[in-house]
């Protein structure tokens, strides 16, 4: 079993930053590849970025590439996602999930999610 904890949303201006953190605990948490995801209002939870169980490999959608890094501390079992050059079309519920397999399709765990809202 892993759990997760995100935290660091919030309510910020267009062009603004955020970070988000993904506390991971349970004793195979080191061993999996971590996701962010979002969901806004009305539309399906969408893929935002991957990085490997090592942290060597990193992935991003399209709509966040350049504006968005993800990275994970292993030591303290937390993986961040630094969110700058904010829009409103930014604005979701974002969910951290596990995934045994680097830019894998299916999500073994998932977070209870972290509200990000960006004002025009």
């Known amino acids: 079993q892993v759990q997760l904890v995100e935290s660091g949303g919030g309510l910020v201006q267009a062009g603004g930053s955020l970070r988000l953190s993904c506390a991971a605990s349970?004793?195979?948490?080191?061993?999996?590849?971590m996701n962010w995801n979002r969901q806004a209002p009305g539309k399906e939870r969408d893929f935002v970025a991957s990085i490997s169980w090592n942290g060597g490999s990193t992935a991003y959608a399209d709509s966040v590439k350049g504006r968005f890094t993800i990275s994970r501390d292993t030591g303290k079992n937390t993986i961040y996602l630094e969110m700058n050059s904010l829009k409103p079309e930014d604005t979701a519920v974002y969910y951290c999930?596990?995934?045994?397999?680097?830019?894998?399709?299916?999500?073994?765990?998932w977070g209870q999610g972290t509200q990000v809202t960006v004002s025009s």
């Open positions: 349970g004793r195979t948490a080191s061993m999996y590849a």
């Open positions: 999930s596990a995934s045994r397999a680097f830019r894998s399709s299916r999500y073994d765990y």
